[in-house]
């Protein structure tokens, strides 16, 4: 089931049409990481660290932000955590096309962001 959700989750956050990220989304990332080019820069590490998935959550006790590496579905993952973007980093995703170049896929990956979902997910974990 975690495979599954996480997929979800992988491809509703991407869009063809990138808007900029909303100001709710974009003060909480500069709140927790410094700026949000710095929570980019963060995430991408975190990505190419990872052998499976690299995920933004919310900390439900503390409420703070965390990029965390996965390897599986069910390793890596921060207890009460829930996810607002998730990347799926397993070879499979990136393999046809970029071969060993995982971060020019990390790269491309956050170039495509759908910002309207990552705000909608945030807001909704706030309420």
Not at 43 to 60: E, N, S
Not at 73 to 93: A, K, M, N, R
Request: glycine letters at 4%; one cysteine or more; proline letters at 2%.
């Amino acid at each position: 089931m975690n495979s599954v959700l996480l997929h979800e989750l992988y491809f509703d956050g991407l869009t063809a049409k990138p808007a900029d990220p909303q100001e709710d989304v974009r003060a909480a990332l500069a709140k927790r990481f410094g700026s949000l080019d710095r929570w980019i820069e963060d995430f991408k590490a975190t990505c190419v660290a990872a052998a499976g998935w690299g995920v933004l959550a919310r900390d439900v006790v503390n409420a703070k932000l965390y990029n965390v590496a996965s390897d599986l579905h069910d390793v890596g993952v921060i207890w009460l955590g829930q996810p607002v973007l998730v990347c799926d980093v397993y070879e499979h995703t990136f393999y046809v096309d970029y071969q060993n170049r995982k971060q020019e896929y990390v790269n491309k990956f956050v170039q495509f962001l759908d910002w309207n979902e990552i705000n909608r997910r945030w807001l909704a974990l706030n309420q």
